[in-house]
């Protein structure tokens, strides 16, 4: 007799068939949204399809903490879970853990998700970025060696400083080699003993960056002890790369320009700071030479020698005011002199008897200026201009006036 089951043991069985293979235990599955139900307890039922099937789906609220887009119709998404037969139905159906937007979407969200997580652990904090040097020597470039990214990069570091040399590894960067070539590029460069490293390539799709978002990329950059420049397709691109390098620039061309100085300016600047040392150290030398002279004149005024130099001046003024008043006070006693001498000379006897007078005295040498001194027979002496004449007195006569 032929076994019979019911319905109940052979949908059991199914699951269990289900449960028992591991592929279907954690699976990915590609399709396009279709039916889609976000249900008042917060399940999320849909359709997935392609053009040949379509699988139903479930997401239960507990598995949407995940999800960071809202499912809508004709949404190409990844569906990451597994499959299993609902019982009671009689049906299998998707058990939806992870949800991710197809193509770009996936890609963006993955992006994001990194971006993320590698922010959380520090990468991208400005505390570790080093300064770009101002003025390099050597130049690492790590990008196509074909292409208008190099070209730009030689064209423009060349033309800013003929004298800075361009050391490029020539790599990968597109499709599955890319990020293993990039991360030896950098590699290579640190040995080679660059001032800045440039990692970079023209613009594309975000599948044809995608190397430059992959985690061990973002690491080689961060670990590298050279100062990275990211310059990864065009300003309006944004990569992992740019969060991690030390430094982002919006395209190859800025890059360049942002390592290498311009040299004609740095010529200028340096004419300019000559120019500007010279004043200063003329400036400081007229400075300098004028307090040698102040302070060569105040030695002077205090030292010794000066001041016996003032004292022996001031004495021979001293010494010149006394004797122009010794000769002014001779002046006027000479003067005085000569006032007494012709007043004496006035009355000098002498110039009297020169103008034919004689004077005339007694026997005791008194001058006989009145009769009444006279007494006939009294011996006179005469004292004339030339000489002494002794006479007797005969007689006298008075005269009246």
């Known amino acids: 007799m032929k076994n019979i089951y019911s319905v109940a043991q052979v949908n059991s069985y199914i699951r269990n068939m289900f449960t028992q293979d591991f592929m279907l235990q954690s699976i990915h599955v590609r399709g396009e949204v279709s039916n889609c139900k976000y249900h008042s307890s917060g399940h999320i039922y849909f359709t997935l399809k392609d053009e040949k099937g379509t699988i139903a789906c479930v997401m239960f609220a507990g598995s949407r903490g995940g999800l960071g887009f809202r499912l809508q119709e004709g949404q190409q998404i990844v569906v990451g879970g597994n499959i299993d037969v609902y019982e009671r139905d009689g049906k299998y159906q998707m058990y939806a853990k992870t949800i991710a937007l197809d193509g770009i979407g996936y890609l963006y969200e993955k992006f994001e998700q990194l971006k993320a997580e590698l922010s959380e652990l520090g990468m991208f904090a400005e505390e570790y970025k080093q300064p770009i040097p101002k003025y390099i020597h050597r130049l690492g470039v790590v990008t196509a060696p074909t292409g208008a990214a190099v070209r730009d990069i030689i064209q423009i570091a060349s033309r800013r400083n003929p004298y800075v040399q361009i050391i490029l590894y020539p790599a990968i960067v597109q499709g599955k080699q890319a990020a293993a070539s990039i991360i ?7 040995v080679q003993d660059v001032d800045v490293i440039i990692v970079g390539r023209g613009g594309g799709s975000i599948e044809d960056l995608w190397a430059f978002n992959e985690r061990e990329v973002a690491q080689a950059i961060f670990d590298c002890p050279i100062p990275v420049i990211s310059a990864v397709g ?7 790369a740019d969060f991690a390098a030390d430094m982002r620039a919006p395209t190859p061309s800025a890059a360049a ?5 311009e040299f004609s300016r740095l010529e200028e600047t340096m004419e300019e700071y000559a120019t500007a040392l010279y004043r200063s150290m003329n400036g400081k030398c007229n400075r300098c030479r004028l307090q040698v002279q102040r302070l060569a004149a105040l030695l002077r005024m205090n030292s010794p020698i000066g001041k016996l130099q003032q004292r022996q001046t001031y004495l021979l003024r001293l010494e010149e005011n006394m004797q122009a008043a010794m000769e002014r006070k001779l002046r006027g006693r000479r003067h005085r002199l000569e006032l007494y001498t012709e007043k004496l000379r006035g009355l000098s006897p002498l110039d009297k008897l020169s103008q034919g007078f004689s004077c005339v005295t007694d026997e005791t040498g ?10 006939p027979g009294q011996l006179l002496t005469i004292h004339m201009k030339n000489g002494i004449v002794r006479a007797r007195a005969e007689e006298k006569e008075r005269v009246v006036r």
């Open 184 to 190: 030896n590029g950098i590699h290579a460069l640190t």
């Open 234 to 240: 065009h300003e309006t691109d944004t990569t992992i």
């Open 257 to 261: 320009e942002l390592a290498v100085c």
């Open 366 to 375: 008194r001058t006989v200026t009145d009769i009444d001194q006279v007494e």
